[in-house]
């Protein structure tokens, strides 16, 4: 028995796709140039799948930051918050996110990732239950995978479902109820009816919990997500966020309206037994907030983009998977059509995502773009005519999709 032999239908899978052309989920950039734009070999392509929302990755206070920090404090941090100290800068983040949101508690972790898997897992306890959308991200599910609670899934966006599972559960005896949402989600780019879902919580007594990954600096008069644009950020016992997105670094965090939230730090294993973010990652993320709070055109710029691109999209046919945001998601009939287009958009010069099942809600195959407040119009306009000639090589692409698999 081979200890790989388990992965071998994945690895039939993988092989086909990249029958296609490069492999979609190992594709190599030889230089990032800017926000929008990175080499691949001696060709130029539009990054139109980079999460980078704000285009902050290249702003020149968040680089000359990051620059300044590691001159000041190295290149890393070699251990935990918890066993080999804090930076002031860690703190003072912390405090600047919880001022932002006007929360009563913050904490830093290493990734988002790591900050859902590990504020989940410890919030909730054996007495308690946990209440997730079905569409959850992986390092929620991950995060209920770890804790002790028992999980319970409600319709994709639905208040009532939630509503009607917290009833027929009754009374947590000693315990409580944690509901867990996203505020818009990565993969359709669909938005949670937050409002709702706080009344339900409210209704029933239930904590909310919200992850805010791809909406935070992207929505809200201040930047803050979801819940602040729909007037109900105070009513929420957590958000969580990552730097990876708007804030063009790389970390997490998780914010809290209890100051109770503070201990916790010392019971969640994914933040004491881990390196904390690096002084670089730290200074750029602080600087990009600046940025949110003070240049509220970068989200008009975004959202007037996002405008732009789904309109054109919408108007030439595509089946869009939900209303414009800067998540625009374009469902194809199958994974190997949508590999053979996204090869065919990268030859044109076009970057997006090839998102797949399991990734993706409905078993869809999707050719999914983030949009970047960074973006000119005309560079939109360059998106919508590699997308108006690739239904200009529908029967090529279709023959090429029939020729590879007869090949088997
Ligand atoms: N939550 C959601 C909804 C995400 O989409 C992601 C990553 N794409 C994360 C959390 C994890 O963020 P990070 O990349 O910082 O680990």
Avoid at 21 to 42: C, L, M, Q, S, Y
Avoid at 250 to 259: A, M, N, P, V
């Amino acid at each position: 028995m081979d200890i790989f032999d388990k992965f071998s239908a994945l690895k039939a899978r993988s092989d086909m796709v990249k029958k296609f052309g490069p492999d979609p989920f190992g594709v190599k950039f030889d230089e990032i140039e800017h926000a929008t734009r990175g080499r691949i070999g001696n060709r130029s392509i539009i990054l139109a799948g980079t999460n980078n929302y704000l285009g902050l990755t290249f702003d020149p206070d968040c680089m000359d930051a990051s620059i300044d920090a590691i001159k000041r404090h190295g290149t890393g941090t070699t251990g935990s918050r918890i066993a080999n100290g804090s930076y002031a800068e860690h703190l003072d983040l912390e405090d600047a996110l919880a001022k932002h949101a006007g929360m009563a508690s913050a904490i830093v972790f290493s990734t988002g990732y790591q900050t859902n898997l590990a504020a989940i897992a410890t919030l909730a306890g054996p007495k308690d239950v946990l209440f997730i959308d079905a569409d959850s991200h992986a390092c929620i599910i991950d995060g209920c995978r770890l804790s002790a609670a028992p999980t319970i899934r409600f319709r994709h966006n639905s208040p009532a479902d939630l509503d009607k599972r917290l009833i027929r559960h009754g009374e947590i005896e000693g315990g409580i109820a944690l509901v867990v949402i996203e505020g818009l989600y990565s993969m359709f780019g669909d938005r949670a009816p937050i409002a709702e879902f706080v009344d339900v919580c409210q209704k029933h007594g239930a904590y909310l919990y919200i992850d805010e990954a791809h909406s935070f600096g992207v929505f809200g008069p201040t930047g803050c997500g979801l819940a602040e644009e729909e007037g109900v950020l105070d009513k929420v016992d957590f958000i969580s966020g990552t730097f990876s997105k708007s804030l063009a670094s790389i970390g997490g965090f998780c914010l809290s309206k209890h100051k109770g939230f503070e201990i916790t730090r010392k019971a969640m294993r994914a933040y004491m037994f881990t390196a904390s973010p690096t002084p670089s990652n730290i200074a750029s993320a602080r600087a990009a907030l600046d940025k949110i709070a003070e240049k509220p055109e970068l989200r008009h710029n975004l959202h007037a983009r996002a405008a732009q691109l789904h309109n054109g999209l919408a108007e030439m046919g595509y089946d869009l998977c939900a209303a414009a945001s800067p998540i625009i998601a374009v469902r194809r009939p199958n994974e190997l059509v949508a590999a053979t287009e996204w090869n065919w958009l990268l030859e044109e010069g076009v970057y997006v995502n090839l998102a797949v099942p399991p990734g993706t809600p409905q078993s869809s195959s999707l050719l999914r773009i983030s949009l970047s407040a960074a973006y000119t119009e005309d560079e939109i306009n360059i998106i919508l005519k590699a997308f108006k000639d690739l239904q200009g090589q529908g029967d090529v692409l279709m023959a090429r999709v029939q020729e590879i698999m007869a090949a088997g």
